[in-house]
């Protein structure tokens, strides 16, 4: 199997790579549109700013190389972002795959406990709808760092509640995101990238 | 609801665990990849990898260091010490760290938070501040404690989060190594006039300790060494102890 891990300006994306090392599965980093086009999974990771990554990812014509895969595509945590139609980080429109907008998170005074933003640790997943995850990922913990969410939408396949309830994970079709990082979530996180190498064929 | 973390935090030496660890079931003790993944393995939230070498040799090993534990080890993990500029960060990151922490250098040279911020990202960039009580006030120390500073701890802690700190690493000089519970008065100031994440560290003694630091203190992360070395408690048990005490923890 091949799994492209597509190259972009964006943090530490050795980290997945490292982890599906885990599994024993070898993936590939790169940004050769042919090498991802035929790949049989394709992760899309990220860590950074939306609006200068989204005007990267136009820059080298990666934002219609995504847009178009029909294989099982995986975004993860900025990734995610930049799948859904807008952003509120530098107000930018985004991939529209997941009609879902992005926002900040802004604490709600008098609330019970003290919110900080970002929303930083281990918080626990539920209302799973996706083949990503499987009955015994309910309510179980992963790891997140963000300070702007997808609203929960149709294509909710996940939600965490951190101020408000979000999109922890989305799906629709052939791509699927997860705004938390599988690849630092222990066991739990490998269980998800596992399910997803493990995905039948659509 | 978001999990309070539990740290622990390892003291490395040309590439080894120092603090005399006990773990009487790992053949090599010293191995911090191998501890570091025994931690991880009974429930650890995060791991601290604080490097305290001096030479350049011990530097070396130390990067080699972290691209075996981001080869092994599934949960996010923070490397420290020496870091004083760009180019010892953009190491580290490329070696596989999550996040690196800063201490001194930061105090120093203020502005390397916030160039560690614009190059890598705020969740990047732990502050680590050590800090003791003097008659006027909490007085910001370097050199792990050993010199006094000017600076004073609310404002630089303050400081540092308008500068793009992700995250304070709060050090009791009073309390670390008394094993009397950790400085909870000061703790919950500083979770309440910041809004990014605390770790508390320094007085960790027995579980209570731990049940304190998150409902006094406020802390979102408690941070132990010897504690967890020595094995006076082990992981699993303080979970379940906290989750006993309503405490939402992983």
Not at chain 2, 54 to 82: M, Q
Not at chain 2, 131 to 143: C, G, I, L, Q
Not at chain 2, 167 to 176: G, K, R
Not at chain 2, 239 to 247: F, S
Request: proline share 4%; charged share 25%.
């Amino acid at each position: 199997m091949e799994v492209a891990i597509i190259k972009y300006n964006a943090g530490n994306i050795m980290s997945v790579e490292l982890a599906l090392k885990r599994l024993g599965v070898n993936a590939t980093i790169t940004a050769d549109p042919d090498f991802i086009r035929r790949a049989d999974r394709v992760i899309f990771p990220g860590v950074g700013e939306a609006s200068t990554t989204m005007a990267y990812l136009r820059e080298h014509k990666l934002d219609t190389l995504i847009t178009s895969l029909k294989q099982p595509v995986l975004g993860v945590c900025l990734g995610l972002q930049l799948m859904c139609s807008h952003s509120e980080e530098g107000d930018v429109d985004c991939l529209g795959i997941f009609p879902e907008k992005v926002k900040k998170f802004v604490p709600e005074p008098g609330q019970e406990n003290i919110t900080k933003v970002p929303h930083m640790g281990w918080n626990s997943i539920s209302n799973l709808k996706s083949d990503l995850f499987d009955a015994s990922l309910e309510n179980q913990y992963v790891y997140f760092v963000h300070s702007y969410y997808a609203a929960a939408g149709d294509d909710t396949a996940a939600v965490c509640n951190y101020i408000t309830p979000f999109s922890a994970a989305l799906q629709r079709d052939n791509f699927y995101a997860t705004q938390f990082h599988p690849e630092k979530s222990g066991p739990i996180g490998a269980r998800i990238l596992e399910n997803f190498i493990n995905l039948k064929a659509r | 609801m978001l999990a309070k973390r539990i740290i622990p935090c390892l003291d490395i030496k040309d590439g080894q665990t120092v603090k005399g660890v006990n773990f009487v079931n790992i053949q090599n003790v010293g191995d911090p990849v191998e501890l570091g993944a025994l931690y991880a393995e009974q429930g650890a939230d995060e791991l601290v990898f604080l490097d305290i070498t001096a030479t350049h040799e011990g530097r070396k090993t130390f990067v080699d260091l972290v691209k075996r534990i981001a080869r092994e080890i599934n949960i996010p993990f923070t490397v420290g010490g020496g870091i004083s500029e760009l180019e010892d960060a953009d190491k580290l990151l490329a070696a596989g760290a999550d996040k690196i922490s800063i201490n001194s250098s930061a105090v120093r040279n203020p502005s390397l938070i916030d160039d560690l911020a614009k190059n890598f990202g705020n969740q990047f960039v732990v502050v680590a501040i050590d800090a003791r009580k003097t008659p006027d006030h909490w007085a910001v120390t370097v050199n792990g404690g050993r010199i006094e500073t000017d600076k004073e701890l609310f404002s630089w802690a303050k400081e540092a989060e308008s500068r793009g700190a992700g995250e304070i690493l709060f050090t009791s000089m009073n309390h670390d190594g008394t094993k009397n519970g950790f400085a909870n008065e000061e703790l919950a100031q500083l979770s309440e006039s910041l809004s990014i994440p605390i770790i508390a560290s320094g007085g960790a003694g027995n579980m209570e300790h731990f049940v304190d630091v998150f409902t006094k203190g406020k802390a979102d992360a408690g941070l132990a060494a010897s504690i967890f070395h020595f094995r006076e408690i082990a992981i699993p048990d303080l979970k379940a102890y906290l989750r006993q005490q309503g405490i939402v923890v992983r």
